[in-house]
């Protein structure tokens, strides 16, 4: 098939494109002009075609469409120079756009895949993400917060609509928070997301989304957090085993990028993936309390515990993408670790990079 990958450069779009290739298939991969910096990614890659476009651009966006059998649209305004204007611009206008584009010139389209987010779960007047059980596909919540995860769930409900409104054939992957290996480690080979100053830093900017936006930045428990979490901060580095505001450690599950390409694969494969909407994670269940005492003694490094202002215990139901599609999620913590690791130390391993976002050519 000739399929359409709209963010085809991108941290998920390279991975998935790789493992399309190697099924057979030929890619038009949609770039935005701003990410001139991974525009060229692919361009080792036979049957490839590179087409450059803004998805508020109807016209730019019926090019790309044009005598395609699948589209997988991933791209959006996501941790770049956006406001919540060109976030609702980009995510859900633009997802119209690729709808009617469809809809005007792809009467036989196979597969419309649409990338969606952990986010439907995720309630603005919660200042986190926090699920006492795993989320299952009914369980989306009413207000999830602007600009990325509104207008993504906008661009979902979209999505769903042409397929019962207009028979598109629509299928709708919620991905977890994304781990990209060659991302994990800093420049020292450290995992930021477990170090003291990578939370020392967030709570020391006002700046920070974490801080600028709390919706219980008056709270005195929440004030003692942040005063705590400045206070123990001396200048070495150590590792923080970070609890919740009830004193539970972090837990969340992420997906490693080769599971999510994996899974995003059985969209196009799967005839049961139509009109339907699918969690897709990984095996990557990080739980702090059990992770962080193991770092410290593979780094011979000092860790302490401490309260966090912003909650993080959330986990995915994958039983429906598990039963309906066959998905078997492989990398778990070990695996991302190692592959990390093996990056850094120059290997070539079966992750693309994702390398630098917006940036000049």
């Not at 206008?93 to 809809?103: A, D, F, I, Q, Y």
């Not at 005007?104 to 779960?121: D, K, M």
């Not at 005195?220 to 085993?241: F, T």
């Not at 196009?268 to 990080?286: D, H, K, M, P, Y």
């Amino acid at each position: 098939m000739k399929i359409l990958v709209t963010g085809g450069t991108g941290r998920i779009g390279a991975n998935l494109v790789v493992r399309l290739l190697d099924a057979g298939h030929s890619i038009r991969s949609f770039v935005y002009p701003g990410d001139a910096s991974r525009a060229h990614k692919l361009d080792a890659y036979d049957g490839v075609e590179t087409v450059y476009g803004d998805l508020r651009n109807s016209d730019d966006v019926g090019k790309a469409v044009a005598g395609v059998d699948a589209i997988y649209h991933l791209a959006a305004a996501f941790q770049g120079p956006f406001d919540n204007r060109q976030y609702l611009d980009i995510n859900a206008m633009g997802t119209l756009n690729m709808l009617e584009s469809v809809r005007e010139q792809c009467p036989n389209l196979h597969r419309f895949v649409y990338a969606s987010t952990e986010g439907v779960y995720l309630d603005a007047r919660v200042n986190g993400r926090y699920s006492p059980l795993p989320n299952t596909e009914d369980a989306r919540i009413k207000y999830p917060n602007m600009g990325y995860l509104m207008t993504k769930w906008l661009g979902e409900e979209l999505a769903m609509v042409y397929h019962y409104q207009y028979a598109v054939p629509t299928c709708a992957m919620r991905f977890s928070t994304v781990i990209e290996p060659s991302e994990f480690l800093n420049e020292a080979g450290l995992p930021s997301m477990f170090l003291y100053s990578t939370t020392y830093n967030t709570y020391s900017d006002p700046g920070s989304y974490q801080v600028k936006d709390m919706p219980d930045g008056d709270d005195p428990d929440v004030k003692a957090m942040i005063e705590a979490l400045r206070a123990g901060w001396d200048g070495e580095e150590k590792l923080l085993l970070s609890l919740n505001p009830d004193g539970a450690p972090y837990r969340q599950r992420f997906g490693d990028v080769r599971d999510i390409a994996d899974g995003l694969t059985l969209a196009i494969e799967r005839e049961a993936a139509v009109g339907e909407i699918f969690n897709l994670s990984g095996a990557a269940l990080f739980d702090w309390g059990e992770i962080v005492p193991k770092l410290a003694e593979r780094y011979n490094m000092l860790y302490v515990e401490a309260r966090v202002p912003f909650w993080n215990f959330i986990d995915h139901d994958l039983s429906k993408i598990k039963t309906k599609l066959g998905f078997v999620p492989r990398h778990d913590f070990d695996s991302v670790l190692e592959t990390a690791e093996a990056i850094r130390r120059g290997e070539t391993t079966d992750v693309i990079p994702t390398g630098i976002m917006f940036g000049e050519a």
